[in-house]
Structure formats: C-alpha cells, structure tokens
C-alpha cells in the first residue's frame, strides 16, 4: 500500500468537532466584550479605507492578527494541535506585514474606487466578515457565545482582512497581503469539511470570490 | 446471643456435598457464561498477566485542551472504562493534550490497580526517546508505562534501541512499535522477525483484515501481543452501518452474542487468537459501555468470523 494515498483529510485533524466549536465558544466566553471594540475597530478601518486615509486603515488590523496568534493560536488552539503555534507565527508576520505596509506605503492605493470591482469585491466581503459571520452560528441554532466575531477569532479575522486588503492594496503588494488570510481561509475550510460542517463551504466560496479581485486589483 | 444450632449435616451429607462441589467444578465454564460473562482477557508477551479485550484508544477523542467542561467530561468515559472492568489505554504526543487529559483523569479518579499504560515516542514531537517518555509521565501523572512503542515507525531504529535501554533499566515494562491504516507492513514484518518487541500494533477490522495473511500468524508465532486499532475504522463503519439501517443478522446473538453492531464489530477483532486487545475511543459513557460489553463471552466461533465477514461484505 502507498503510505501517502492512504491518508485522509480526517488523518490530519487531531481534534473533533465538539472541541473545535467548544473552542470557538471559549474565546467568545473568555474576551466578552471585547467584541464590540474589535468589531468597532473593523467598521472604522472599512470607513477611513472608503475615505481614502487608507495608509491609517492599513494599520489598524495589525494589532488585531497579533491578539488572535496569541490568544487563538499561541494560548488555545496549539494545545490541540501541534501546528498551531506555526500558524500563530504566520498571524504575527501578517500584523509585522501591515505596519510595513503603513510605512512604506508600499502598494497602498490611497484613492480606492467605490466603483471599481476589486473595491466592490472588497467591501463586500468585509461586510460579511464583519456583519453576517457573527450572526451565522447563533442563526443556526448556537449560542452566542459561538459567535464568530472579527479580531477574537480566526475566520472572521481572516475574511474581513482578504476584503479590506482588495480595497486597500494594488499589484503585487495586494497578492502577499493576501497570502496568509487567503492559505488560513484554506486551512480552516479544509478543517471544518473534515468536521462535518457546512462552514468550511462558505469560506472556500469567499476565497473563490476574493480571488476574482486579487486578479483584478492586481491590474494597477 | 446464643444461636442454637437446629440442623446438622451427617457425615453421608457432607460426602454428597463435596462430590456435588467437585463435579460442578469440573464442567466447561463457557456455556454457563454465555451472555452474562465477565470481560474476556488473553495473556501477552510472555506475560502471566492477562489484558481485557477491549481497550481504550485516545486519537481525536481525548484531545480537549484545558477546556474544563470536557475535561470533566473524558474523566466521566475513563471512570466508565475502569469500573467496567478496562485496562489498556493508549495515547501518543501526537494527539495533542490527550496525555495531559489522562493525567486529569488519572488525578481526579486515582490510578486503578487495572490501568496498562501504553504510551508513544514519536520524533517530530521533538526530544530523544528517553526525554519523551519523562515528559509523557508527567503529563500522566503516572510512576511508569507498561508500554511504551514507536509511533508509526518514526526513526525506528534509534527510539527501540533506546527504549530497550530503559526496558531494561525498568523504568518502562514492555516496548513495541505502531503502525496504522494497513502502511508499511513489509516493514513491520521485518521488525517482528528481527527485534525482540512486546507489541505490534496495527489496523485490523472486519474490512481491514491485510493483517491476517501475515503479520497475525508471526505475531502468534513469536509470541507478540497484538493492539487493533481503529476498529470502526475511524467511526466510519459504525457511522455507515447505522446511516443504512443495516440490521444486525438474526443469527448475530446465538452464534456470537452479539446484540449490537458495537458487539459485532468488536468481537469479530478481538476473537482472533492472535489480537490481544481493541483500542476503540469515544468521548461518551453511552458508547463505553457498548464497547465494554463486546469485550464480554462467549465470542464467535472461527466458522462464525467467518460468517460475519462475508455478511459485512453483503451489504
């Protein structure tokens, strides 16, 4: 028998669905009610973006990628699984990235158009990231605690960022601001497929989206 | 407070006794247990001692970080396991916080007399063999492990030398090595034939039977005990079964004992002569208890195996 062909999707999961979402659940428990800062601090990184101080709407993310590595990935999710600690790694580069990015203003588009179809792509999704992941598992039965919220957990972090990154950012500077939200979308959808749970389609949907604009945005 | 004696036995009385006491003795025990038999336990290795047949496997199940709600939860499956008559259970440093949670366990039960502690080295989790094993009793809480085997083959050469080593020194009680899903068995016959292992340990279930054609009769030939793992097949048997309303044969109870599909998964792997016991996991008392009781006599017949694998493959 092949070692390599022999192995599932599940293999690579060390963890059921029961402790992922219990997982979810205890950050909501734990950072209550920070929500509502982060969730404020996304809302004005969308507004200052849409009213082109982009290079202040580049910032403000970072310090939220780092706040999820280590209270997501560094303090919880690593004891689950060994690679978490990777991933919280790859969380602090995206936080360094951004502030890069404010400083050198490398990529930034600093008169995005609300018309252009990256930047429609973008607030869109960063809407969703921000209003409709939250609602999703309270919506489905959960409790509120379950909800998914941008700057506590992961997912949210991610889609919202890969959005607000497509109104934000051109050419090359937009495809590597986009890698690590964009390989996390994949990791995670891969996770929940292999849970059993209908999340993991929802963010393969976003990545599919959110790729028609990086090909756009990547046009300048 | 006399109490008069009202009856005495005669000498003829007490002859009759004995007889009565030494013929009943002497008739097979297996019929008389049927259905209400106590777990069924094989010998290993060499070993007079005797391990029940089903064991408890921590893969997925018992990775719950410092999440106190199951934590608690896990305790309550591990309480189930042991007062149901369990002893080996199995864990690796791949599965996450399972060794920490058994540690839990372990502290909030008390370590049972009945506890066989098989534990896992395994390189990526860093550390050489010896540095693993002292890491993982911590997380245990426990003085030794009865078992301690190379996961997945990793770096084998190195971590069996190695765990000889502290075989011999006792600070572990047996030493064997892992593998799972069917892979490398050329390997693994190879390590049979040339080490001096206690345990293999290998997928086999009733789809899964690549085992029996040689690993099996070696591992009988040389006296090496035999862990099954994922039996369900990673729950996906179980889950298959139940999704199709597959109903258990009528024969499953008269020629097996078997009363649910739990039964007759787990005593088609464990009534192999060669397979010393089954690690399946859970993370519900419910499902514990389904397993224990498979582990219970009587146990299908080799033409009643046989009877069982070409029904599976009917469906």
Partial sequence: MNAWTSYQLQDFIPFTAEVYFRLLERMGETFWPLHLLTLALGAATLALALRHSTRLACLLPSPVWAFVAVTFFFQRYAELNWAGGYVGYAFICQAVLLVVMTLTGWGIDKRPSHTSPPVVIGMTITLFGLIVMPLMAPMSGGSWYQAEVFGIHADPTAVTTLGLVLIMLRGLALWIAAIIPALWLVVSGLTLQALDSTGGAVLFAVLAIALVGLVWGSKR | ?315
Avoid at chain 2, 178 to 191: A, N
Avoid at chain 2, 238 to 256: H, S, V
Avoid at chain 2, 265 to 287: D, G, N, R, Y
Wanted: aromatic residues 6%.
């Fill in chain 2, 1 to 315: 407070m006399s109490h008069p004696i009202k009856y005495r036995i005669t000498r003829r009385q007490s002859l009759k006794l004995m007889g009565a006491t030494l013929a009943a003795m002497m008739l097979p025990s297996v019929p008389l247990l049927a259905n209400t038999g106590g777990i069924h336990r094989k010998t290993f290795a060499g070993s007079d001692k005797k391990l029940p047949v089903i064991g408890m496997g921590t893969w997925r199940t018992f990775n719950v970080g410092s999440d106190p709600k199951l934590l608690n939860a896990r305790t309550e499956v591990v309480k189930a396991f042991f007062e149901l008559g369990g002893g080996l259970i199995d864990s690796s440093p791949m599965y996450g916080s399972a060794p920490d949670v058994m540690g839990y366990a372990l502290q909030e039960l008390g370590t049972p007399e009945s506890l066989f502690s098989a534990e896992k080295v395994w390189s990526p989790a860093g550390g050489a063999a010896r540095e693993q094993v002292a890491e993982l009793k911590e997380r245990w809480k426990v003085e030794h492990f009865d078992l301690v085997q190379v996961h997945n083959l990793t770096d084998w050469r190195e971590h069996l030398a190695a765990l000889q080593e502290m075989k011999a020194e006792g600070i572990i009680r047996h030493v064997g090595i892992t593998t799972s899903h069917g892979r490398r068995h050329s390997e693994i016959e190879q390590i049979m034939t040339s080490e001096d292992i206690d345990f293999v340990q290998l997928t086999y279930n009733i789809t899964h039977r690549e085992a029996e054609n040689r690993l099996l009769p070696l591992a009988d030939e040389r006296g090496i005990g035999v862990i099954a793992n994922r039996p369900y097949d990673g729950g996906s048997l179980i889950k298959n079964l139940k999704r199709r309303n597959a109903p258990l044969p009528e024969w499953a109870n008269a020629e097996c004992g078997c009363d649910t599909w739990a039964d007759f998964l787990l005593k088609f792997i464990v009534s192999h002569p060669a397979i010393t016991c089954a690690v399946p996991a859970t993370t519900q008392v419910e499902h514990m208890r389904e397993n224990m009781r498979a582990g219970h006599t009587p146990m299908p017949s080799p033409d009643a195996r046989q009877r069982m694998a070409d029904y599976i493959e009917s469906l």
